[in-house]
T-cell receptor
Framework: GENVEQHPSTLSVQEGDSAVIKCTYS??????FPWYKQELGKRPQLIID?????GEKKDQRIAVTLNKTAKHFSLHITETQPEDSAVYFC???????????FGKGTKLSVKP | EPEVTQTPSHQVTQMGQEVILRCVPI?????FYWYRQILGQKVEFLVS????????KSEIFDDQFSVERPDGSNFTLKIRSTKLEDSAMYFC????????????FGSGTRLTVV
């Protein structure tokens, strides 16, 4: 089955710097790759997603890139702000039932 | 905006007891899911449900787990004999149809087994 690896597990940046989180997946049939932000005790919140027929997608300060050949995708956050501090999860979705397989998460800390 | 509703938000139960976690998916959605998240760990897939039957389940979803859609609106997860290691946040999710990617997650039920 699908396996998603996520790095780094923790990331600390200064406010205004960029943050990059990387994920790899194993199942070439996966065709949808969402990124979730989770604050303590809350549900995962979708922040951006990308489908397998697209290489890059951007939404204001957040962008995601996908390399299907290498089976990896990355989240880029520019001009980070303290409120960006949270745990970020990547996921891969595929198969007929569309189950999401999550990475282990990255705890992002943005220092003012 | 439509929401997936979960109740209760927090449940404490004694080891060995049965618990039922409840979810009300968005009304026009067809695919339903349960995920769990042990504190500090990743979100893990448990089971998917479509057309009134389980369509896929993970290794975690063993014989002590069951799901049901008893009345066309509620979607429940039952744990027959809870263990300490069942303590986790349980998230319900739904999506409209096969062609639509992405989920709506519920706010979760925190299950504490003592």
């Amino acid at each position: 089955g699908e396996n998603v690896e996520q790095h780094p597990s923790t990331l600390s940046v200064q406010e205004g710097d960029s943050a990059v989180i990387k994920c790899t997946y194993s199942d070439s049939a996966s065709n949808y790759f969402p990124w979730y932000k989770q604050e303590l005790g809350k549900r995962p919140q979708l922040i951006i997603d990308i489908r397998s027929n697209v290489g890059e997608k951007k939404d204001q300060r957040i962008a995601v890139t996908l390399n299907k050949t290498a089976k990896h995708f990355s989240l880029h956050i520019t001009e980070t702000q303290p409120e960006d501090s949270a745990v970020y999860f990547c996921a891969a979705q595929g198969g007929s039932q569309g189950n999401l397989i999550f990475g282990k998460g990255t705890k992002l800390s943005v220092k003012p | 905006e439509p929401e997936v509703t979960q109740t209760p938000s927090h449940q404490v139960t004694q080891m060995g007891q049965e618990v039922i976690l409840r979810c009300v998916p968005i009304s026009n959605h067809l695919y339903f899911y349960w995920y769990r998240q042990i504190l500090g760990q990743k979100v893990e897939f448990l089971v998917s449900f479509y057309n009134n039957e389980i369509s896929e389940k993970s290794e975690i979803f063993d014989d002590q787990f069951s799901v049901e859609r008893p009345d066309g609106s509620n979607f429940t997860l039952k744990i027959r004999s809870t263990k300490l290691e069942d303590s986790a946040m349980y998230f319900c999710a739904s999506r409209p149809d096969r062609a639509i990617y992405g989920y709506t997650f519920g706010s979760g039920t925190r299950l504490t087994v003592v």
